[in-house]
Every structure is written in structure tokens, then in C-alpha cells.
């Protein structure tokens, strides 16, 4: 069984930074031949895109809202793919997922319905 596990998740001050990653267990091949994908959901709001890393690529995507403050990263050694967020904003609060698609070498990209596996979400809150 494919299953996600988000971590890293807590309370900061706005300015502050976070890592926040997402180890993939039940894989038969490694997590850098899938492309990963991070959302977000604030309060009362619908899920967002955040970033995404297409398999075989280094160039990750990102959504407006936190293009050059967030970066995304493949660990091949800890099967992990990580969100590190810069310069937090009281916005950015949120639960946080990362999900995969069911097969090697789609790349949904911003379209949250190409993803199937999803994890359970970490929660990241900003002070002002």
C-alpha cells in the first residue's frame, strides 16, 4: 500500500522558515520517477496549489503566492521529496499535503485531480 507521510508542520512567526517533508512508503520503484505535488488548504478556503516536482526534472513549479519564498527538493536517499518555506506570511498558514499520481511519469503539475495518493495533511500556522 502507497502511503504518504507529511512532516514538519508547526507554529512560527511571520518571517520565519519551515521544512516541511514528505516521506513515500509501498512504492516498487524509487519516488524520483513520480512526480510530487504539494497543496494547501487555508481556512475556509478550497485546496491550492503549491509547488510541484515532475519526475526527472529539477525544475520544480511553484504558485504564485509563494513563488521565490518556497522551494522544492527530491531526498532519493529517505524517499522524500521537501517544501522548504522562507519568509512565512500569517497567509500561509494552512494544512499542507503532498500527493502523487498513480502512475510512473504522469506529471499532473497544478491539477490536483491528476493526483491519487494523498497524505494526511501537516499543519503549518504563522503568527504575525
Known amino acids: 500500500q502507497v502511503h504518504l507521510v507529511e512532516s514538519g508542520g508547526g507554529l512560527v512567526q511571520a518571517g520565519d522558515s519551515l521544512r516541511l517533508s514528505c516521506a513515500v512508503y509501498?512504492?516498487?520503484?524509487?519516488?524520483?520517477?513520480?512526480?510530487t505535488g504539494w497543496f494547501r488548504r487555508r481556512p475556509g478556503k478550497e485546496r491550492e496549489f503549491v509547488g510541484a516536482?515532475?519526475?526527472?526534472?529539477?525544475?520544480?513549479d511553484y504558485g504564485d503566492s509563494v513563488k521565490c519564498r518556497f522551494t522544492i527538493s527530491r531526498d532519493n536517499a529517505r524517499n522524500a521529496v521537501d517544501l522548504q518555506m522562507n519568509s512565512l506570511k500569517p497567509e500561509d498558514a494552512a494544512v499542507y499535503y503532498c500527493?502523487?499520481?498513480?502512475?510512473?511519469?504522469?506529471?499532473?503539475?497544478?491539477?490536483?485531480?491528476?493526483?491519487?495518493?494523498w497524505g494526511q495533511g501537516t499543519q503549518v500556522t504563522v503568527s504575525s
Open positions: 509501498g512504492l516498487t520503484t524509487h519516488l524520483r520517477l513520480y512526480s
Open positions: 516536482i515532475n519526475w526527472g526534472s529539477d525544475m520544480p
Open positions: 500527493a502523487l499520481p498513480t502512475r510512473v511519469t504522469d506529471a499532473p503539475g497544478r491539477d490536483e485531480n491528476g493526483y491519487f495518493y
